[in-house]
């Protein structure tokens, strides 16, 4: 999974050079080959393939990143890798519950009102919601609210 870095490094950089930019380039560029799109298709591949086995590894991956980056300068970084990685399963795999990933991990850094706080996060987070909106129907109105 350390290839996943790099991607990282890239919109990091990108992020900070022109947030706008990052924000559309990550919606249209869907048929651009890039190493952020070879690390999307092979997570798809992974769930397709070995769908039960690799869900309990993400799951596992998740919770294991999060508990060890807990207070550290790498825990926006694991936030992002968490949240993208769930993103990416959640395009694929129609029937996965994201309602417990919301509430932990996507709608307390939307509550934050800092938004200079973790903004690479936020961007992630915001991403996972528009991506995945159809899933959270119930929560739409509460979540568009935080984003006003």
Same mark, same amino acid.
């Given at each position: *999974? ?7 490094? =890239?919109?990091?950089? %990108?992020? $900070? @050079?022109?947030?706008? &930019?990052?924000?559309?380039?990550? $919606?249209?560029? +869907? ?5 952020? =799109?070879?690390?999307?298709? /092979? ?15 993400? +799951?596992?991956? #998740? ?5 060890? +980056? ?8 694991? $936030?992002?890798?968490? #949240?993208? %990685?769930? %993103? &990416? ?12 990933? /919301? ?5 307390? @850094? *939307?509550? @934050? ?6 903004? *690479?996060?936020?961007?992630?987070? #915001?991403?996972?919601?528009?991506? %995945? ?6 929560? *739409? ?8």
């Amino acid at each position: *999974l350390r290839f996943f870095s790099p991607c990282l490094q =890239k919109n990091e950089q %990108l992020f $900070k @050079e022109n947030p706008q &930019e990052f924000v559309r380039f990550d $919606k249209e560029s +869907s048929d651009t080959p890039s190493p952020r =799109k070879s690390a999307q298709e /092979l997570l798809r591949a992974m769930v397709l393939q070995f769908k039960t086995p690799f869900m309990q590894f993400c +799951s596992d991956f #998740i919770d294991c990143k999060r508990q060890s +980056s807990a207070g550290t300068d790498d825990e926006w970084k694991c $936030k992002v890798a968490a #949240i993208n %990685l769930a %993103l &990416e399963i959640g395009r694929v795999e129609k029937c996965v519950d994201f309602m417990n990933f /919301l509430a932990k991990q996507v709608l307390p @850094e *939307l509550q @934050e009102r800092n938004m200079a706080m973790r903004p *690479l996060v936020k961007a992630a987070s #915001i991403k996972f919601v528009f991506f %995945l909106h159809d899933r959270f129907r119930d929560l *739409l109105g509460f979540i568009l609210y935080l984003l006003v």
